[in-house]
Every structure is written in structure tokens, then in C-alpha cells.
């Protein structure tokens, strides 16, 4: 009878231990894109760097809206972070290097602003929680206000207490600096009027371009410094470039930057970044510490998930662009 | 003018305000009551701790959703706002969160092991019927705490786990909608149910519990444990309650505590996106308690919807409550209750295979 005793106390044990089991059981998920950022020890040098291989790639779709809804894509994204840096490295196709962005070409008598624009890529956080963004994505911001027609609509939360962190880079003004634009979002300007401003604002810092024009607009105000050895070939950085004094030294046919990249600081420098245009497509890792200690940035905790949106612009200065639904960055423990 | 009298105390005076001290501050009476009362020696043995553990988890959640509730707004929105402040942002937020979370995890787990023990043991027999009566009624409040917890957080799986069970409890005919409507106090899930879960959370199903507990531990002293699986008597030697069992406990209690806060440190409890009641795409997974109800109501849809929602469940409750007398067995041991044994190993085996069904269905699949 102690025989007996003993297996049935043996097997309720056993039936106990199983079904502790389920408690951890995931409760549930949307329909959502994971991107796990994978931890390490050491930080990743650049593009190339073997730690990246060790990390998952998912393809995450993006999507035009709009009149733009036929265009679509996939960025290829990566995440790593260390005990207090946070980095992704992306990867699109895109057929056209644009990084001209408007700069001035001289026909022998006037100037005009070339064709094309810039490359970019833009990601959005949650600093305070936006209602309805781990749903609905950037369209929530996008969108906005919704009462108003499509042209009319800017980027910006709904109330003051909404707070989003917008990581920007460019292939023209922030790229030659290494790093992409902090900025953070809420609510517009002025809500209630006929004229409602973007919710667009800069971090505290320098950085961000100058537009290289005379006071009417008619002709470049800046031109690349005789005696400095532009440290970015290609592009014309502020800190580098002299006023025009005499107009008469160019020749038809000479090119000079319409926007004029500034030094980035302060929290506005928060996100570094490095890029490479290649084999038809961008590569462009950013990276930025986990905590800035600014309260215009996300503050990232490795013990929680986060929602985020990305978007990427082909050539584009103005809000065509190609974004992903709602996703959730996860770090793996 | 005359003097004041001079205040002057007798030896008397001295001797009964030391005594009247002595019996009002020092508590002795209260610590001689409880060391008289005496349990069953099997209260210390080494199994049977599972009474304590529970014990010591209602305490535990009880404690950690007093703390919880300092920081909890029961307003939507504002409310998932208030969890992710305690979760991430509160000083121990994090690990008394995760031990809410874990705790009741556990506790309806080990409820079912203290259920499935004593039925084996057939300690629901004469004259133990009220005790099993009263964990049965206790363990059948342990889902309504999740139901009405389940939707504080305001994430998505709460809001959307909470559509379900209220579709479900509204399928039953003639009582549904009316429940759902009181539980709600509408047709939708919005502030008023919220603040009608949180009220049933923290106040009402809270005091049934204590007063079911004290139900149950009367009938537990009044007809102490019960025979070993072995036959032999339970109470082969008195112990003292105080400081024996209550010290016993203690130390239960202290590695419950540390157990489970150790289990949050290294998996923090869960906290989903905020609920968006106009998002569709979510699609919330049962969780493990539920998934053999679950498939009831998978299996049996239209007119016969019914019997997955209301008949098959009612039907096990009153089995469970009815058990006590229905089994008319010669003795307690297994071996003489063939019957009731063979009848409840095979509901077993329903409800487990009907979970592993709704497991593979829900969770099998790889993650895309």
C-alpha cells in the first residue's frame, strides 16, 4: 500500500510539473513584424562588420499611399544592442543615387535648381504613447488631422500628451555628417486654425542644413571654400564653404549644393549613422545609445517591447514615401 | 486657599495597573489561545504543503495588487498608461507586477493539484463534504479574478480576451446578455466595464475569497485531514498551530516569495500594445486554464453552441459539486472507489486531450 502511495503522489508531481508549463505560454500576438535586436559585447565597426550575420534579417514590407499605393518594397533590417547602444542596420533597393537635392547648375546666364531630390529613411518611436500608433502605425501621425484633405495633412500627434521620437536620415544633408536627424513629434502648431503647422520638432542641438540662397532667392549665396579641402567629397558642408563675392568666376554648366549640411550637436547628433550607396540599393546603419538622458528621445529598455514604423523616400522631398505597417522591436534577453 | 491633594499610589493600584498592562500591551492572552489550539500532526509532513503554498499565493497577490492599485488608473487609455509607469518606471514595479502575474499563474495550477490530491485521496468523503464543497466554490472563483484582471492592463489581449469571454457568456440563452450587460453595464467594453472589473477585482470577488478561505479552514480544523493514501490515520500525533505551523508557513512563504521573484527577474510579465477596440487584426490566443473550454465551443456551433458554453461546463461543476454524494463507494482508498475514479480519469483525459487540441491549434505553429 506505500507502493501505491508513492505512485499516485509520483504521478500527480509529474502532472503538476507539466502543467507549469503553459504559464509560459505566449498570450497572443497581432499580425505584426518582430524585428529582435540580438545582444553582443562588442559594438559593430560598420556596414561590414561579421556581427551583423549573427543577428535575424526580416524582411519588412513597405508600402506607397495614396496615389503612390501601387509602389512597394522591403527593407531588410537587423538589430543588435549592447549594454547601452542600440543599433539597426537597413537595407533597400533603389534604383537611383539621389542626393542632388535641388542644387544650383549655372546655364551662362542664370541659375536654376536641378531635378531631383534625396534618398531617405525616417523611423518613429513612441516617447509617450501615441493612440492607436502600435495598431495603425505612422498613419495615425501621417495623417493628421484627419478632417482636412490629403494635401493639407501633417505629420504631428492629436494631443500634447503624445509624444514621438523621429530618427531622419538623409542622403544629403544628414549623411555627410554621419548621423540621422533627432527630432521628436507632437501635437501641431496651431491645431485649431485654418493653417495647421507640421508637429515636427527639433531636438536641442545644432545641426540640420542652411538653404544656399541670396535674400530673392535668385542665385546661390555660398560656394565651396577656396583654401579647405572639402572633407566630404560630393557635398558642400556649411562649415566649409565661403560666401560669393563675385559671381563672374563661374562657367555654364557648374553645379553648386542647394542645401548646405550644419555640424549636428547636442541631442539633435544623438543618432550616428553610416551609408553606402551600392549595387542599387542603400545600406544605412544607424545606432544610438539605449538611454540619452534627453526627454526628447525614447529611452530604450531591454525588458520591454516597442512599437515603431519606418519609412523609406525615393528622391523625395516632400511626403511620398513607402512605409511599413506597426512594427515591434523586441530585444532578446 | 487648600492645597492640591498629593496623587499617591498603593501598593494595590501598582499591582493591578501592571496587570491591566500586562494583559492589554503584551498580548499574552492572544499568543496562550494559540498555543493551545493543536492540528493534526500531517499538517508539518513534507507533503502536504500544497494548502500552505496556496496560502501563501493569495497573501502574495493580495499584497502585490494592493501595491499595484497605488499606481492603477481605471480609465481606458490612461490605464494600460498606469501599468507600463508601474511596470517600467516604478521602483520595483517590474518584479511586483511579474509577481502578481505569476502568482495566479501558479495558484490555479496548484489549486488544481490540491483539488486533484484530495480527490484521490477521497478526503471529499463524509464528513469532509463541506471542506471539498468550499475549495471547489474557491477554486471556481479563481477564473472570475482572471476575467476581471485580464482586462485592467487595457492592452490588446486583455480587451480582446475580454470580447471573447463576453461573447461567449452572452451565447448562453435567457441569463447571457443580462450578465454581460451587468458586467459590462453596456453592450460595449469601455470605461464603465472597466471600472466595474477593476471594483469586482479588488473588492468584491477579494472578500468572497477570504470568506470562502475561512469557510474552508473551519471545516479543515473541525475535521482535521484526511487518512493517508495508505490507510492510516492523519493525526497520529498533535502539533502545535503556534509557533510550529504558523512558523512552517512562513518559511513557505519566504521561498514562494523568492521563487517567484526570481521567475519575474528573469521573464518580466507581459504587457501587449494598447487596446484598440477598432483594430480587427487581433487575434487573442486562449490561455492554458481555458483552452479545453475553448474547444467546446469550437466543436459544438450553432443551436448546439449551447452545449459548449453552458451544459458541458455546468454539468462538470455540479459533478465536482455533487461528488461527495454521489459516490456511494465502500472506502476512501482508490482501489474501492473503481468507479468515481475510472469516471473522472476519463474526464481528464477529455479535458487534457480537448487542451492539447486547442494548443496545437493556437500555439503549434511555427512564428512566422
Known amino acids: ?79 543588435l544592442y549592447t549594454a547601452d547602444e542600440l543599433y539597426f542596420l537597413f537595407r533597400w ?35 509617450a504613447r501615441i493612440d492607436h500608433f502600435a495598431t495603425r502605425g505612422c498613419a495615425v501621425t501621417c495623417h493628421s488631422p484627419a478632417d482636412l484633405p490629403r494635401e493639407q495633412w501633417r505629420l504631428a500627434t492629436h ?34 486654425g485654418s493653417y495647421r503647422e507640421t508637429g515636427r520638432r527639433k531636438d536641442w542641438g545644432e545641426g540640420g542644413d542652411v538653404r544656399n540662397q541670396t535674400p530673392d532667392g535668385t542665385r546661390p549665396l555660398y560656394m565651396p571654400n577656396p583654401r579647405i579641402v572639402p572633407s566630404v567629397p560630393g557635398f558642400l558642408l556649411f562649415e566649409e564653404a565661403a560666401e560669393i563675392t563675385d559671381y563672374s568666376i563661374f562657367s555654364p554648366g557648374d553645379v553648386i549644393p542647394f542645401r548646405l549640411p550644419r555640424k549636428p550637436s547636442g541631442s539633435r547628433f544623438d543618432v550616428k549613422a553610416q551609408s553606402r550607396y551600392a549595387e ?54 | 486657599m487648600k492645597p492640591p491633594e498629593p496623587i499617591t499610589t498603593t501598593k494595590d493600584s501598582r499591582q493591578r495597573f501592571r496587570s491591566d498592562e500586562t494583559k492589554t500591551l503584551a498580548l499574552n492572552d492572544p499568543v496562550a489561545w494559540l498555543k493551545r489550539i493543536t492540528v493534526a500532526g500531517d499538517a508539518c509532513a513534507w507533503n502536504r504543503f500544497v494548502g500552505g503554498v496556496l496560502l501563501a499565493l493569495v497573501v502574495l497577490l493580495f499584497l502585490s495588487g494592493a501595491f499595484l492599485a497605488f499606481y492603477y488608473s481605471p480609465v481606458p487609455g490612461a490605464a494600460y498608461d498606469s501599468v507600463d509607469f508601474t511596470l517600467f518606471s516604478a521602483p520595483f514595479g517590474s518584479i511586483l507586477k511579474g509577481v502578481h502575474h505569476y502568482a495566479w499563474n501558479l495558484l490555479l495550477v496548484l489549486a488544481i493539484f490540491h483539488l486533484a490530491r484530495t480527490f484521490v485521496a477521497g478526503a471529499y468523503r463524509k464528513p469532509r463534504q463541506l471542506t471539498w464543497i468550499s475549495g471547489v466554490a474557491i477554486l471556481g472563483l ?43 453595464g453596456g453592450a460595449l467594453t469601455g470605461i464603465v466595464a472597466l471600472t466595474r472589473f477593476y471594483v469586482l477585482h479588488i473588492l468584491f470577488l477579494p472578500c468572497l475569497l477570504a470568506l470562502l478561505l475561512a469557510v474552508h479552514f473551519y471545516f479543515v480544523a473541525r475535521h482535521g485531514f484526511a487518512e493517508r493514501l495508505n490507510g492510516k490515520q492523519a493525526a497520529d500525533h498533535p502539533i502545535a498551530f503556534f509557533p510550529r505551523v504558523v512558523n512552517r508557513w512562513l518559511v513557505l512563504f519566504i521561498v514562494t516569495v523568492s521563487l517567484i521573484a526570481l521567475l519575474t527577474y528573469y521573464w518580466p510579465p507581459p504587457l501587449g500594445d494598447p487596446a484598440d477596440p477598432t483594430d480587427s487584426t487581433y487575434v487573442p490566443k486562449p490561455e492554458w486554464w481555458v483552452l479545453f473550454l475553448n474547444q467546446l465551443v469550437a466543436i459544438f456551433k450553432g443551436k448546439w453552441a449551447i ?60 512564428r512566422q
Open chain 1, 1 to 79: 500500500m506505500d507502493k501505491l502511495n508513492t505512485k499516485w503522489s509520483f504521478a500527480l508531481w509529474i502532472l503538476l510539473v507539466i502543467a507549469l508549463v503553459p504559464m509560459f505560454t505566449p498570450q497572443g500576438r497581432a499580425d505584426r513584424l518582430v524585428i529582435t535586436a540580438l545582444r553582443i559585447s562588442a559594438t559593430p565597426i560598420g556596414l561590414d562588420d561579421p556581427v551583423w550575420q549573427r543577428s535575424r534579417t526580416t524582411s519588412i514590407p513597405v508600402k506607397g499611399r495614396g496615389a503612390f499605393s501601387d509602389e512597394a518594397g522591403v527593407v531588410e533590417t537587423r538589430a
Open chain 1, 280 to 333: 542599387g540599393g542603400w545600406t544605412v546603419m544607424v545606432h544610438r545609445r539605449l538611454d540619452t538622458g534627453n526627454e526628447d528621445d525614447v529611452m530604450f529598455l531591454p525588458t520591454r517591447n516597442y512599437s515603431f514604423a519606418i519609412a523609406v523616400f525615393d528622391d523625395s522631398g516632400d511626403d511620398h514615401s513607402k512605409a511599413t505597417l506597426p512594427l515591434t522591436l523586441e530585444f532578446e534577453r
Open chain 1, 159 to 192: 494631443t500634447a500628451s503624445e509624444k514621438g521620437d523621429l530618427w531622419h536620415w538623409t542622403a544629403a544633408r544628414s549623411a555627410p555628417y554621419n548621423y540621422a536627424d533627432d527630432a521628436w513629434l507632437t501635437v501641431a502648431g496651431n491645431p485649431s
Open chain 2, 142 to 184: 479563481l477564473p472570475l479574478f482572471i476575467i476581471t484582471g485580464d482586462l485592467l492592463p487595457w492592452d490588446q489581449r486583455g480587451y480582446w480576451s475580454t470580447q471573447v469571454r463576453m461573447s461567449i457568456i452572452a451565447s448562453i440563452p435567457f441569463a447571457g446578455d443580462m450578465a454581460v450587460r451587468i458586467l459590462q
Open chain 2, 307 to 366: 452545449l459548449g458554453t453552458a451544459v458541458i461546463p455546468g454539468l462538470l461543476t455540479l459533478f465536482l459539486v455533487g461528488l461527495p454524494y454521489l459516490d456511494r463507494s465502500p472506502g476512501n482508498r482508490p482501489a474501492q472507489r473503481k468507479t468515481v475514479i475510472v469516471v473522472a480519469a476519463l474526464l481528464a483525459a477529455v479535458m487534457i486531450v480537448l487542451s492539447l487540441m486547442g494548443y496545437f491549434e493556437h500555439f503549434g505553429l511555427p
Open chain 1, 93 to 127: 533597393d533603389d534604383p537611383t543615387h539621389s542626393t542632388t537635392k535641388q542644387s544650383w547648375v549655372y546655364d551662362g546666364k542664370k541659375w536654376h535648381h536641378q531635378p531631383g531630390n534625396e534618398d531617405r529613411i525616417a523611423l518613429l518611436f513612441e516617447i
